[in-house]
């Protein structure tokens, strides 16, 4: 699956619990293109100083090691609760009722182990970093111009936790679609055909 695709809501607990994170989860997707933006703006303050006055932005490369996780982690939990990553579904997009709902089930438990250790594993990686009794309260710098590493290493849990948050959602409603034979389960991606999909956009487009 790669796209958008479409995610219900009613007014349960469930439903509700989804729209918050998903609001939160929209903010770190905004800090992300925010810091895609910023750094488009210093690689044009680098580039100028060096033909203008032959002096490149200072810890142009650190600034860039710090942005990172911004960039590559923040927008994770967005892009799966829109169902926007992508994944093979030959097998999956067959089937259908409770094997469907069992099957995402299986996956995104699996999917939440792991992530939950790279969580833990981020945290502890952060922790070696962070110190109260340092310069900085950090442990270690970026090579050029020093800076504290311990912020761009505290982002990594942030977004990874986040992520578990939402597949600890979504395992509630495929569970809760299992348990019931739902069709149309609340609060999880659901598979779109290609005519779905153009139909989607061309409501967009004309409305």
């Not at 600890?168 to 034979?181: E, K, T």
Request: net charge neutral.
């Amino acid at each position: 699956m790669a796209g958008k695709s479409s995610v219900l809501q009613d007014d349960s607990l469930l439903s509700r619990l989804d729209r918050k994170l998903y609001r939160f989860e929209g903010w770190l997707a905004l800090l992300s293109g925010l810091a895609v933006f910023s750094l488009m703006l210093l690689a044009v303050v680098s580039v100028t100083g060096r033909h203008s006055i032959n002096q490149p932005l200072p810890g142009y490369v650190d600034w860039i090691e710090q942005a990172m996780p911004l960039i590559a982690f923040m927008g994770v939990a967005y892009t799966q609760r829109d169902g926007g990553h992508i994944r093979m579904d030959i097998v999956v997009g067959a089937l259908r009722g409770r094997l469907l709902w069992g099957a995402e089930f299986i996956t995104v438990f699996l999917m939440l182990v792991v992530m939950i250790l790279i969580t833990w594993g981020a945290w502890a990686h952060f922790g070696r970093s962070f110190d109260f009794a340092a310069p900085l309260w950090s442990r270690d710098s970026s090579m050029d111009i020093a800076l504290p590493l311990w912020p761009a290493k505290l982002l990594a849990p942030i977004a990874f936790g986040t992520l578990c948050a939402r597949f600890s959602l979504q395992l509630v409603a495929y569970g809760r679609a299992f348990i019931r034979n739902e069709t149309s389960p609340i609060a999880v991606p659901l598979i779109e055909t290609a005519a779905e999909q153009a139909l989607r956009e061309a409501e967009h487009v004309s409305g």
